[in-house]
């Protein structure tokens, strides 16, 4: 059985820093890319960074950029996201999602999810 279970989240204040884990069991954690995402309420959820299976490839996007980083630790089976300057628009749920796809942004191509870290940025 594949469980991915995050940790992590939290309360912090505007320009504050938060480190999220994501430990993986029930599967060959190096074969998979893996990806971060982030869903507030009343909006679909979306990719917020991704990583190759051997990390040599990450994506973010723009928001992401420069201020995120993801990174992953195969012989932990965990994947992490450093989030730094974070914003109140950053407050949403996040999740950690494992694809057989090598490094791909759309969500439909994630087979296993966690079940979520709530991240609040307040003002």
């Known amino acids: 059985q594949v469980q991915l279970v995050e940790s992590g989240g939290g309360l912090v204040q505007a320009g504050g820093s938060l480190r999220l884990s994501c430990a993986a069991s029930g599967l060959t954690f190096s074969t998979y890319a893996m990806g971060w995402f982030h869903q507030a309420p009343g909006k679909e959820r979306e990719i917020v960074a991704g990583i190759s299976w051997s990390g040599g490839r990450t994506y973010y996007t723009d928001s992401a950029k420069g201020r995120f980083t993801i990174s992953r630790d195969n012989a932990k089976n965990t994947v992490y996201l450093q989030m730094n300057s974070l914003k109140p628009e950053d407050t949403a749920v996040y999740y950690c999602?494992?694809?057989?796809?090598?490094?791909?942004?759309?969500?439909?191509?994630?087979?296993?999810w966690g079940q979520g870290t709530q991240v609040t940025v307040s003002s």
């Open positions: 999602a494992a694809s057989s796809i090598p490094l791909t942004i759309n969500v439909y191509d994630y087979d296993y």
